[in-house]
């Protein structure tokens, strides 16, 4: 009899290219993944259906859909009706914190993830997807916030205190969004079933926003194209 | 024309005396408190009229209920049916993680404490209530949680950066249940408002769980009565 896998791992699932990424990465390293997700008051719940779909083609354990409402807090383009910036340049786009910035969005969901991990209990890994070359505005790429996290998850979980040492994957931080994408496509992740978008349109991208231009220029850079569907592109 | 306070502050607001006692404390200090509470599921759900009956009672410039569901996490008496342990000695109460132990609970309390902090804007402070020498037990208490918290904080978020640094106050952290009550007698807390029982029936206290001896125990030693409910104490 075979004995069943025991290494599980917490993956953060957007419905993104960076989070597909990164469950396809836990998998390849031998995790059993249990995925969880929020529905955060976003404006684009679409998102939580491209999670849902990559959970699915995957075959993660577990897939948790957590309710939390950020809105109570405002001050964001992903949950407010601000507008969402088009047509900026790669220049533009590495400058300061984005209109899309949620407060303290990815410490809450990390709190959760940590939650998650000690309640499936044997197993104690989480993994995040982010990218600290792409989105230098966000804060929360720098791997000085993952070790700070990290921290504080072995001071503040009965794991951390029991021996077990609580880890924090962040397996893209360092990569560029086409090194990404390289690696994605290795793994076989199908980036059509995934959004990056911030202003779409039903299920369709709108290829000039921030995400949209990053993530072209990514699969242009491996000479690939991106299969998943945009609202027109000339 | 006076000008109005400037300096604010979250306060995390749980209808217990620690809290409330919190509470008392950043008015002192001059902060217009802004509290917070959680609807997380717990079983009580009195705990949060009494944190309502704190927050109208001293005035706090607004009391924000986040609604946040623990239970897809399990594992605790607080949320789950499990027993609530009574009589036990104070030898036995500071010993290992109570059954009454949330996973993560109190980093995802503060991850959303941090998320007001920064809506709000022009500050940047926290109050958070806890208490080292009576719940040894939880892991949250320790001096150096809230060192890593803050540290945290400061990598997350955009005012972190901005030049403005996060602060979390932790003013119970070196005081004794005793201390506590003293200083919130002082400062004219009113306690019959407060609940701090794990198995309370309806607004009244059972007086034998480990957080009721506690603070009956801190009541004693200030020669003073608790002017809280309790179904019967002999």
Same mark, same amino acid.
């Given at each position: 009899m075979q004995l069943p896998q025991t290494k599980k791992a917490i993956v953060l699932l957007s419905g993104g290219l960076d989070s597909a990424t990164t469950l396809a990465i836990a998998q390849s390293q031998g995790f059993s993944a249990f995925a969880l997700s929020f529905s955060y008051g976003q404006r684009h719940t679409v998102e939580l259906e491209f999670a849902q779909l990559q959970a699915e083609s995957r075959g993660v354990v577990r897939h948790m859909v957590v309710p939390i409402d950020l809105r109570l807090f405002g001050g964001s383009a992903l949950t407010d009706d601000i507008a969402v910036p088009k047509h900026r340049s790669m220049h533009e786009i590495g400058?300061?914190? $984005? #209109?899309?910035y949620v407060p303290a969005r990815n410490t809450i969901f990390l709190s959760f993830a940590l939650a998650y991990a000690e309640s499936i209990g044997s197993n104690d890994i989480l993994f995040l997807g982010v990218n &600290?070359?792409? %989105?230098?505005? %966000?804060?929360? =790429?720098r791997p000085e916030y993952i070790h700070a996290f990290e921290h504080l998850a072995n001071l503040a979980t009965a794991a951390g205190v029991g021996g077990k040492k609580m880890t924090i994957h962040a $397996?893209?931080?360092?990569?560029?969004k086409a090194d990404i994408i390289k690696k994605g496509l290795a793994l076989g #992740?199908? %980036? &059509?079933?995934?959004l990056s978008c911030y202003d779409p349109v039903e299920h369709k &991208? =709108?290829? %000039?926003c921030d995400a949209c231009q990053l993530r072209l220029k990514g699969f242009a850079e491996n000479q690939s194209q991106d299969p998943a569907e945009y609202i027109s592109l000339n």
């Open positions: 400058q300061k914190i $984005p #209109v899309t &600290a070359l792409d %989105y230098s505005g %966000y804060l929360i =790429c $397996p893209l931080i360092k990569l560029s #992740v199908d %980036y &059509a079933r995934t &991208a =709108c290829g %000039y």
